[in-house]
């Protein structure tokens, strides 16, 4: 055999093999013991039926067992000729293959990328010190009360912090804004509760309904003008002023429970003092947590500005789709029309593409250092990954086993996820910390290593 390689890219190329003729007809010769000695043939024992009868009766089997092997000599032949690591088969297309003629065999590899890996330990990352101010545990302990807090009727009018129940309909000059958007929250209500007092970045309703209800009592109605933002998530308000006609039903006054046995037992606490406790150490444990994704993304940010290279386009694609799905099953889920997607499919691809193509390369770099520092998964790291795996599936874990049993790739994709993540960890642990009030926050869940 003999080849020829034509580069189609960084991480793509072609490789032509040339299987002569005296080999295919080696193939082909072996191919055809091998179906004779399987064969059967009445009035003859396996392996001692006449040449001519086997190679009429089995002219089809003969013929696909010798492609098996012509391909699968060329593949091995193949795929150590490029001067890099072949990361996946991309492309063979049939061939036919004819005892003593000559064939010409290609194969299409996407390749793994060279990398040249900066200094990768001791990274410098700065993050916030851990304070907690007594200010800030009584204000934890206000959101305990608030949480189990009761709501009573009143007759009067509503004032903030109170619960108030209420219907809406919003127009813009004239036009219903519920036939302008999916969502019904900014057209029409019957009968919904909203917590009266200053809209701000995390109300869920209306902000110009939450702010109005501030003074009615029940059965009162009034207009109230809505202005929405220009990066509005509903496209069609976007930039545009809406009007809301309120009517109250019903004004609750929220009543906090006391501090007292009854209270402390229903948090699992002592006293205020235990109280108190429990909140600063939950509240270190989350500050310390949002330290550490904060020095992943630190560090993945790092690899990503230190490394530049093409990744294969095999490993891109199949990023995106999974971000695809990714996107589409996380919106379903906060109730996003399957429709909707459709509307914005454009928009979704390249979306898609621009995430998966940060997550493949820091991938590829990650799995880069792994190799270099040994990093592999130990049947104890797979033991914890499928403790966790089922508990957010709902599953038991020898019913998930089962299922990687079944598909190697899941499996494979499990090891490869462990490795990554130890991986980073290991970076992190090696990083240099620079305490600093003015360090970023945590993005989590940008970073999925």
């Not at 129940?165 to 804004?177: E, F, L």
């Not at 009968?191 to 059965?219: C, F, H, R, S």
């Not at 007292?260 to 003092?273: G, M, Q, R, T, Y």
């Not at 990687?404 to 494979?412: E, G, H, Q, V």
Request: aromatic share 6%.
């Amino acid at each position: 055999m003999n080849h020829t390689i034509e580069t189609l890219s960084d991480t793509r190329v072609k490789v032509t093999v040339t299987i002569s003729a005296d080999e295919v007809t080696g193939h082909e010769r072996e191919a055809l013991r091998d179906v004779s000695a399987q064969a059967r043939v009445p009035g003859f024992r396996p392996g001692k039926a006449p040449e001519e009868m086997i190679r009429r009766r089995f002219a089809k089997a003969i013929s696909e067992e010798t492609t098996r092997r012509c391909v699968s000599a060329a593949y091995e032949y193949a795929k150590d000729k490029p001067s890099q690591k072949v990361y996946v088969l991309v492309d063979a297309p049939d061939t036919t293959f004819t005892p003593g003629v000559e064939a010409v065999q290609s194969f299409t590899f996407d390749l793994m990328p060279k990398i040249e890996l900066p200094t990768y330990f001791g990274v410098e990352t700065k993050v916030k010190p851990i304070v907690i101010k007594d200010e800030e545990v009584d204000a934890e302990v206000e959101n305990l009360r608030k949480s189990r807090a009761s709501y009573n009727p009143v007759e009067r009018a509503a004032k903030a912090g109170d619960y108030v129940k209420v219907s809406y309909k919003g127009t813009i000059d004239g036009a219903d804004i519920a036939g302008m958007t999916d969502k019904k929250i900014w057209g029409t209500q019957e009968n919904t509760w909203e917590e009266a007092g200053e809209a701000g970045p995390n109300t869920l309703g209306v902000p110009a309904v939450v702010e109005g209800v501030i003074g009615m009592a029940a059965g009162d109605s009034k207009d109230v003008e809505q202005a929405f933002e220009e990066n509005h998530e509903a496209e069609a308000l976007r930039g545009k002023k809406g009007t809301y006609h309120l009517t109250v039903h019903e004004v609750r006054e929220r009543v906090l429970p006391e501090l007292n046995d009854e209270f402390f037992k229903s948090v699992k606490a002592e006293n205020l003092e235990d109280l108190k406790s429990k909140i600063r150490t939950e509240m270190t444990n989350r500050l310390s947590y949002n330290r550490h994704m904060s020095q992943r993304e630190q560090i993945t940010r790092f690899l990503l500005e230190s490394c530049q290279f093409e990744v294969p386009q095999s490993a891109h694609e199949g990023e995106k789709r999974e971000v695809i799905e990714r996107i589409m099953m996380e919106n379903m889920q906060r109730g996003v029309p399957r429709e909707e997607f459709e509307n914005h499919k454009e928009e979704l691809d390249k979306s898609a593409a621009e995430i998966a193509l940060i997550q493949v390369r820091r991938n590829f770099i990650l799995m880069e250092i792994a190799t270099k520092e040994k990093v592999e998964a130990t049947p104890d790291d797979f033991n914890r990954a499928i403790t966790l795996q089922a508990m957010q599936m709902r599953v038991k874990p020898a019913d998930l086993v089962k299922e990687l049993t079944k598909d190697k790739s899941n499996f494979r994709r499990m090891q490869r996820d462990i490795v990554l993540d130890k991986t980073m960890e290991l970076l992190a642990e090696k990083a240099s910390v620079v305490e600093s009030d003015d360090a970023e926050e945590s993005h989590e869940g940008h970073d999925h290593a």
